[in-house]
T-cell receptor, first 112, second 111 residues
Framework: SQTIHQWPATLVQPVGSPLSLECTVEGTSNPNLYWYRQAAGRGLQLLFYSVGIGQISSEVPQNLSASRPQDRQFILSSKKLLLSDSGFYLC???????????FGPGTRLTVL | RKEVEQDPGPFNVPEGATVAFNCTYSNSASQSFFWYRQDCRKEPKLLMSVYSSGNEDGRFTAQLNRASQYISLLIRDSKLSDSATYLCVVTFNTNAGKSTFGDGTTLTVKP
């Protein structure tokens, strides 16, 4: 069966510090991968998606970036965090072609 | 106008009640539809897919009306454990399979 991992579970970072969140998927090959952010009490905002190694599409201009160095690894990064980057970051995977997405446990980021 | 709109609620119902959630979407090119459940401070989890013919899973029934661009979720015989936020999701059947999530409807089932 497929599983998706995210770490860390929680993170508190000062403004201006760098960020690296990692997501890995097991039990499937060539998945579509997605990064979402959910602000407190709000819906999910799609940040990035990837259909293959090295292929990244950005949905919202911001100071975040994403990379996919391996088939089942998706990384979200920032060089300098802003207060507005606080939120619940969720990684998801799906098979290609508009199917249901499955989410990792998420990382709760607080920027102070 | 949001691409996917849901009544945020909250819906407060007694145990055993029947409750219905509605969702509308604006892009007629949307192809796949889902309901997810999200518990407080947890990740969303797939509840069920939604088909034009309607589908039922135990106490849960989902319906899709493509002509009206409307999706519904019916929960019968509500349990305390049904308390959560329910997210309506529409997806494009492209290789990227991008999805748009509604902001969710919050349900609280009370004893």
């Amino acid at each position: 069966s497929q599983t998706i991992h995210q770490w860390p579970a929680t993170l508190v970072q000062p403004v201006g510090s760098p960020l690296s969140l990692e997501c890995t998927v097991e039990g499937t090959s060539n998945p579509n991968l997605y990064w979402y952010r959910q602000a407190a009490g709000r819906g999910l905002q799609l940040l990035f998606y990837s259909v293959g190694i090295g292929q990244i599409s950005s949905e919202v201009p911001q100071n975040l970036s994403a990379s996919r160095p391996q088939d089942r690894q998706f990384i979200l990064s920032s060089k300098k965090l802003l207060l507005s980057d606080s939120g619940f970051y969720l990684c998801a995977w799906s098979v290609s072609g508009g199917r249901e997405q499955f989410f990792g446990p998420g990382t709760r980021l607080t920027v102070l | 106008r949001k691409e996917v709109e849901q009544d945020p609620g909250p819906f407060n119902v007694p145990e055993g009640a029947t409750v219905a959630f509605n969702c509308t979407y604006s892009n007629s090119a949307s192809q796949s539809f889902f309901w997810y459940r999200q518990d407080c401070r947890k990740e969303p989890k797939l509840l069920m897919s939604v088909y034009s013919s309607g589908n039922e899973d135990g106490r849960f029934t989902a319906q899709l009306n493509r002509a009206s661009q409307y999706i519904s979720l019916l929960i019968r015989d509500s349990k305390l454990s049904d308390s959560a936020t329910y997210l309506c999701v529409v997806t494009f059947n492209t290789n990227a399979g991008k999805s748009t999530f509604g902001d969710g409807t919050t349900l609280t089932v009370k004893p």
